[in-house]
């Protein structure tokens, strides 16, 4: 098969997904005519590439929320506080689940309502892609290092820190066996980006909450998490106005153990619980303990 077949294929299959989304029918007989995706083709070089194909309509195969907040300082003599850190979850929706709802409820938000007012008194700036189809939605996965969505960046750029929320599995990040035993609790975060404080208090902060979690620079791991310390210069969380942030990337059991229900995101929505909260809480506070040290000049 050549490279433009295989590239027709996907979005053979991504039309199939996304017609079935729009008109809630089933996906077999669609998918049965369609020719099989294969796994290098399910990857956009950028957001620009993604948001140009022609199979995919936003709202229906993806969808993008942002909020920035509206600050103010009109008076002279007086010092307003400015918002330093901004949330991002670049994978959202189906692509890795878990992470928008999170995205939401650490930036102050409900997950259940986030076109409503806050449910937390101090709200952070936030960005999220959302893969929407039935299925299939790893497909609309851009890698970190090569997102240039105008908003994200923008976000970014314009704070001083950047907390960016991912999915992986378990046996993709190698853990020690000693450690971590392939039986044993799966539900881990790995904590990268190349702000060190800000790694140290999240580390801590999930640790304190009663989470698993490891620095992605820690010696002890890092041979195996290379791919997983979001080290890269134009990865997002690193894209700050201090050219370094953090990111987390949450196992599978860790993001679905969140919800009491992960399999959708209509479930989700409506069923984060107390680990949920527990998360959310200590990812806020590891925020408020960096942002401590970064008064606003």
Same mark, same amino acid.
């Given at each position: 098969?050549?490279?433009?077949?295989?590239?027709?294929?996907?979005?053979?299959?991504? %039309?199939?997904?996304?017609?079935?989304?729009?008109?809630?029918?089933?996906?077999?007989?669609?998918?049965?005519?369609?020719?099989?995706?294969?796994?290098?083709?399910?990857?956009?070089?950028?957001?620009?590439?993604?948001?140009?194909?022609?199979?995919? =309509?936003?709202?229906?195969?993806?969808?993008?929320?942002?909020?920035?907040?509206?600050?103010?300082?009109?008076?002279?003599?007086?010092?307003?506080?400015?918002?330093?850190?901004?949330?991002?979850?670049?994978?959202?929706?189906?692509?890795?689940?878990?992470?928008?709802?999170?995205?939401?409820?650490?930036?102050?938000?409900?997950?259940?309502?986030?076109?409503?007012?806050?449910?937390?008194?101090?709200?952070?700036?936030?960005?999220?892609?959302?893969?929407?189809?039935?299925?299939?939605?790893?497909?609309?996965? =851009?890698?970190?290092?090569?997102?240039?969505?105008? *908003?994200?960046?923008?976000?970014?750029?314009?704070?001083? #820190?950047?907390?960016?929320?991912?999915?992986?599995?378990?046996?993709?990040?190698?853990?020690?066996?000693?450690?971590?035993?392939?039986?044993?609790?799966?539900? *881990?975060? *790995? *904590?990268?980006?190349?702000?060190?404080?800000?790694?140290?208090?999240? =580390?801590?902060?999930?640790?304190?909450?009663?989470?698993?979690?490891?620095?992605?620079?820690?010696?002890?791991?890092?041979? %195996?998490?290379?791919?997983?310390?979001?080290?890269?210069?134009? #990865?997002?969380?690193?894209? %700050?106005?201090?050219?370094?942030?953090?990111?987390?990337?949450?196992?599978?059991?860790?993001?679905?153990?969140?919800?009491?229900?992960?399999?959708?995101?209509?479930?989700?929505?409506?069923?984060?619980?107390?680990?949920? =909260?527990?998360?959310?809480?200590?990812?806020?506070?590891?925020?408020?303990?960096?942002?401590?040290?970064?008064?606003?000049?």
């Amino acid at each position: 098969m050549t490279s433009s077949e295989r590239v027709t294929s996907r979005r053979t299959v991504l %039309t199939a997904f996304a017609a079935a989304a729009a008109a809630g029918t089933p996906l077999i007989g669609q998918l049965a005519a369609a020719a099989p995706a294969f796994a290098e083709d399910t990857e956009y070089a950028s957001n620009t590439a993604l948001y140009k194909d022609p199979s995919l =309509v936003e709202g229906t195969a993806y969808g993008r929320r942002y909020r920035r907040h509206e600050k103010f300082d009109l008076k002279q003599g007086e010092k307003y506080d400015f918002p330093r850190t901004a949330i991002l979850a670049l994978h959202g929706g189906g692509i890795e689940i878990g992470t928008s709802e999170l995205a939401l409820g650490i930036a102050g938000y409900s997950p259940s309502d986030a076109a409503g007012a806050p449910v937390l008194p101090t709200t952070y700036d936030y960005w999220m892609f959302e893969g929407l189809l039935s299925g299939g939605n790893t497909a609309l996965h =851009v890698t970190s290092k090569n997102c240039d969505d105008h *908003v994200a960046l923008s976000l970014a750029r314009s704070h001083l #820190n950047v907390l960016s929320l991912h999915g992986c599995t378990f046996d993709q990040i190698k853990l020690p066996t000693s450690e971590f035993p392939a039986t044993g609790n799966r539900a *881990v975060a *790995v *904590v990268g980006g190349l702000n060190p404080a800000f790694r140290t208090a999240l =580390v801590t902060e999930i640790k304190n909450a009663g989470f698993q979690a490891v620095d992605a620079y820690d010696p002890k791991y890092s041979s %195996t998490l290379a791919d997983f310390n979001g080290s890269h210069v134009t #990865n997002p969380c690193n894209l %700050t106005m201090l050219g370094k942030g953090a990111q987390i990337e949450m196992t599978t059991e860790l993001r679905q153990s969140l919800f009491d229900d992960s399999s959708s995101r209509s479930a989700r929505a409506a069923t984060w619980n107390g680990e949920f =909260v527990k998360f959310r809480d200590a990812c806020r506070r590891a925020i408020a303990t960096v942002e401590a040290g970064q008064p606003v000049l």
